[in-house]
C-alpha cells in the first residue's frame, strides 16, 4: 500500500514546480533573443543604433542558453532539445570568438600585411615613455612586411624623435598619409592613418568621418601584374574605460561608478550611431571596386557589434579564416577583446594570421597577415 506523501513533501514537490515553470518560462524567450542576435549578424535588418548592443550581448545569450541547457538535461530531458537547437544554429559565430586553425606553410607569391595601432607612439608623454618609443619605432621599422597600416601615427618634423615618415620612407619610399583632427596640431606635425609599401602606389585618397577624429585611408598598389587595393581605417571610439568602473567599485564609491556606467552606454549608443554611417562609407568603396580588397584597422568595437557584422558580410575575416586562439588584439584594460581585424575579398587566400601579443609598445598588440591571389597560387 503507497504511504501517503506528507504536507513538507507536497510543499517542496510544488514549488520545485514551480522554479521549474519559471525557468522554463525564460528559456523561451532568451532562445528567442538568441535567434535575434544571430540574425542582425547575418543579415542586419534592423538599420538602427540598438542593433548594435543587441548583437554584442551574443556570447552572454549563448553562455545563457547553454546554462539553461544543463539545467534541462537533468531535470527534463525533452525540453534541453530548445537551448541546444539554439546553440547549434549559432555555431558558425563561435569562430569570431576562438578558432583552431592549423598554421600553412607559407608561400613564395604571397603578400605579408602588417597592420597596428600605435598610440599616437607616445607624443603626449615622450619623456617618460623615451624607451618605449624607442622600442615601438625600432619594430614599425625593422619588422618585414610588404604592406605597414598604421593608426594614430604621428609625424612632427621639428622634433628630432619623430620625424616617423622620414624614417619609413628610408625603407618605404612609396607611402599615403591621411592626416586627422588637423585642427589640433600646428603645420609641422600631423597624426592619422598611414600606409608605407615596397609597392608602386597608383591611386590613394583618404577622408575623417564627419563629426569623429578618425577616418579611413585608401590605397590602389601595383604587384607585379595585378592591381589590389588596401584600406586602412579606424572607427569612432567609444571610449570605454571598464577600468574607471571597477576603480569606482573597489573604492566603493557606487554612485560614481554608476555615472560612468551610464556615461559608457551613452558612448556605446553614440558610437554604434557613428559606426553605422562609417561603414556605410566603407562598404562603398569596397562593392565600387574592381580590384582585389584587403581591409585592416581598429574598428574600436567587438566581433558581435554592427561594424563587424556589415563587414563580414562582404568580406573574410583572417582571424576567423587563419588564426588561432582568442586573438584579443587590445593591450589595456578590459584586454579581453578583439577590435583589431584584418578583412580581406575572394580574390585572396589568407595563408597565415598572427596577432603579436609579445609586441607591447602600443595599448594595442600588431596583425599580421600573409595573403596570395588566388589566380597566382599556381605559380609556386
Excluded at 543604433?49 to 538535461?73: D, E, H, K, N, R
Excluded at 600585411?113 to 615601438?136: D, F, H, I, P, R
Excluded at 601584374?225 to 573597489?250: A, C, F, H
Excluded at 556615461?263 to 549608443?269: C, L, W
Aim: aromatic share 14%; net charge positive; glycine share 6%.
Amino acid at each position: 500500500m503507497r504511504k501517503p506523501s506528507s504536507p513538507k513533501t507536497s510543499q517542496k514537490s510544488f514549488l520545485n514546480k514551480f522554479i521549474s515553470s519559471l525557468i522554463w518560462l525564460g528559456t523561451l524567450p532568451l532562445c528567442l533573443y538568441t535567434i535575434l542576435t544571430y540574425v542582425l549578424s547575418y543579415s542586419l535588418v534592423i538599420d538602427h543604433w540598438l542593433a548594435g548592443f543587441i548583437m554584442m550581448t551574443m556570447p552572454y545569450a549563448q553562455i545563457l542558453c547553454f546554462i539553461s541547457l544543463l539545467y534541462w538535461v537533468f531535470q527534463r530531458a525533452k525540453r534541453a532539445l530548445l537551448p541546444l537547437t539554439v546553440l547549434l544554429l549559432g555555431y558558425s559565430f563561435i569562430q569570431r570568438s576562438i578558432v583552431f586553425n592549423s598554421p600553412n606553410p607559407l608561400v613564395k607569391n604571397s603578400v605579408k600585411v602588417l597592420s597596428y595601432n600605435v598610440y599616437g607612439m607616445y607624443s603626449n608623454n615622450y619623456e617618460a615613455k623615451k624607451e618605449s618609443l624607442a622600442k615601438l619605432k625600432t619594430f614599425m621599422l625593422d619588422y618585414t612586411a610588404d604592406i605597414k597600416c598604421f593608426q594614430e601615427f604621428y609625424s612632427h618634423t621639428d622634433r628630432k624623435p619623430y620625424r616617423s615618415i622620414s624614417m619609413m620612407t628610408e625603407q618605404y619610399p612609396n607611402y599615403a598619409f591621411m592626416p586627422l583632427k588637423e585642427d589640433l596640431f600646428d603645420k609641422n606635425e600631423k597624426m592619422g592613418l598611414a600606409i608605407f609599401t615596397k609597392y608602386p602606389i597608383i591611386h590613394k585618397e583618404g577622408k575623417q568621418f564627419a563629426n569623429s577624429a578618425n577616418g579611413y585611408l585608401m590605397v590602389d598598389l601595383v604587384i607585379g601584374e595585378d592591381t589590389v587595393r588596401v584600406i586602412n581605417l579606424q572607427l569612432w571610439s567609444m571610449g570605454i574605460r571598464v577600468g574607471k568602473v571597477t576603480g569606482k567599485i573597489r573604492d566603493q564609491d557606487y554612485e560614481d561608478a554608476k555615472k560612468e556606467g551610464k556615461g559608457i552606454i551613452a558612448s556605446m549608443r553614440k558610437g554604434f550611431i557613428h559606426h553605422r554611417d562609417e561603414m556605410n562609407q566603407i562598404n562603398r568603396l569596397i562593392q565600387q571596386s574592381q580590384f582585389p580588397v584587403i581591409v585592416v584597422g581598429d574598428l574600436n568595437e567587438t566581433p558581435y557589434g554592427w561594424a563587424y557584422g556589415t563587414i563580414r558580410e562582404r568580406l573574410k575575416n583572417s582571424f576567423e579564416e587563419a588564426g588561432r586562439g582568442f586573438g584579443f588584439t587590445l593591450n589595456r584594460s578590459p584586454y579581453l577583446v578583439r577590435i583589431d581585424n584584418q578583412f580581406f575579398s575572394d580574390d585572396w587566400k589568407i595563408v597565415q594570421f598572427r596577432t603579436l601579443r609579445n609586441i607591447h609598445y602600443s595599448d594595442h598588440f600588431p596583425l599580421i597577415g600573409d595573403y596570395i591571389l588566388k589566380k597566382n597560387e599556381s605559380g609556386n
